[in-house]
């Protein structure tokens, strides 16, 4: 038997219709595909239909008895939110790393003393397999709770093989038992671990030999990234990375000047990278770059805060004509959250994106940054009906009741899962 569910009486349904035509960029951003009184059918966790209840029900006035009927009046109706980056395997916790910032110390400060991504990397390495699966299990239920239901996940608290084939096995472990669809990728360049210091380049040969090839070959990530960053991988070595995952089948991704300008966004255009994260330093020409390439800027806006750092020239790069997404980060580090409604107000206020781009940064672009666009990130006939019912009449007002959680539901496939 077929599982019908009727969506009615939205106050202000955001469908981010695309027609398949890629990632936004300049005035697409502001086009949410709004409908008033809106409606979505949806059967067996399919989008089957979109548009004003008047035409819905018009149209299947006669099946309506099958349907499951939720009313939506006075509230938004959205795609389920898009998380396209973040590092949610890990295990352990830095709370103390926040009071050390807030004291005067530097990101990169704590990571040069062994802090930072190295102790996080220590307290991955000794988790179980069981106990990564609890701790990210608790982040994922509070990523559904906030509205997301698709989240890109990155290894790279592993830095040797048997490390990252854990958080990456962890991920596919949950893709399994959680309603949260996880989207993986391989970051083994997320910096030198201690046993290679001072011996970057043979790290860099060991990931291209030893590391990718058994990514690749168990199919355990989609995409791989590098964090280029002075002091970390260099724009040279990030490319050697980037190239070598390519001929695996790995699309790049690449962590770019997010705490110096280092050419890390020249670099993500030369390499094809499908998105580009952080860019609080972009240059110039990176951006123009990207925007020729069709690059993505993935901003965090959340991090920038986190680090008392200006945030991302998010308003210039839609300007300049480059396609921008959001994300949470979500790392026990630099950015402990696990909310996207959070991120797209914070991309509004401190990064001057409009309410509107930020919601097409958090759905549309945001799937078509990990390749999910076909499915996800909108809602159009034949994608998957994953829908939030927000307590608020229209997408302004969520951006603009900030701090606290709006969701009134959440379907992922069809299903009530918040
Ligand atoms: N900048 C590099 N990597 C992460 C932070 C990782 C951490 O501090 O544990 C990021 O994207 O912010
Ligand atoms: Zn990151």
Redesign the pocket.
């Known amino acids: 038997m077929k599982k019908t569910i009727w969506i009615k009486h939205a106050a202000q349904l955001a469908t981010l219709a695309s027609e398949g035509k890629g990632a936004r960029s300049k005035e697409a951003m502001s086009e949410l595909g709004l409908i008033e009184d809106g409606s979505v059918w949806i059967e067996d966790g399919v989008i089957q239909a979109v548009g004003t209840t008047k035409e819905l029900e018009k149209r299947f006035s006669s099946f309506a008895h099958e349907a499951e009927v939720v009313d939506a009046s006075n509230l938004l109706v959205t795609p389920g939110l898009v998380d396209p980056?973040t590092?949610v395997v890990?295990g352990g916790s830095?709370e103390r790393e926040f009071e050390m910032r807030l004291e005067g110390a530097t990101?990169m400060d704590i990571?040069n003393a062994g802090g930072?991504?190295h102790a996080?990397t220590r307290m991955t390495r000794e988790a179980t397999e069981e106990e990564l699966i609890v701790q990210t299990m608790r982040r994922l239920d509070s990523f559904l709770a906030h509205g997301v239901t698709t989240v890109e996940g990155k290894s790279?608290?592993g830095m040797n093989l048997e490390t990252e084939l854990k958080q990456l096995r962890v991920m596919k472990k949950l893709q399994e038992q959680h309603p949260i669809d996880l989207v993986p990728t391989f970051m083994g360049a997320?910096a030198v671990p201690k046993e290679f210091k001072g011996r970057e380049d043979e790290f860099v040969d060991h990931l291209i030999h030893d590391m990718l090839p058994v990514v690749a070959g168990e199919k355990l990530a989609e995409f791989n990234d590098v964090?280029c960053?002075k002091g970390?991988f260099t724009p040279e070595q990030s490319e050697r990375v980037l190239e070598a995952g390519k001929r695996f089948g790995l699309i790049p991704k690449i962590?770019a000047d997010?705490?110096e300008s280092y050419g890390g966004a020249e670099l993500a255009a030369k390499v094809g990278s499908i998105s580009a994260?952080?860019l609080l330093k972009a240059s110039d020409q990176g951006i123009k770059a990207m925007a020729k390439s069709g690059t993505i800027a993935c901003l965090?806006p959340a991090?920038a805060l986190y680090l008392r750092e200006e945030a991302a020239a998010g308003r210039k790069m839609i300007d300049e004509g480059v396609a921008v997404a959001i994300s949470t980060?979500c790392?026990?580090?630099?950015?402990p959250t696990t909310s996207m409604p959070l991120v797209m107000n914070l991309a509004c206020i401190s990064m001057r994106l409009t309410p509107a781009e930020a919601l097409t940064a958090a759905t549309y672009n945001a799937a078509c940054a990990i390749n999910r666009e076909k499915q996800v990130g909108s809602l159009e006939v034949g994608k998957q009906a994953d829908i939030v019912l927000w307590k608020v009449k229209n997408y302004q007002e969520l951006q603009y009741l900030f701090g606290v959680n709006h969701v009134k539901s959440v379907w992922k496939k069809g299903v009530r899962v918040v």
Do not use: A, C, K, Q
């Open positions: 980056h590092h890990y830095r990101y990571m930072g991504i996080t790279g608290y997320h964090f960053e970390v962590h997010e705490i994260e952080h965090l991090t980060d790392n026990p580090g630099s950015s």
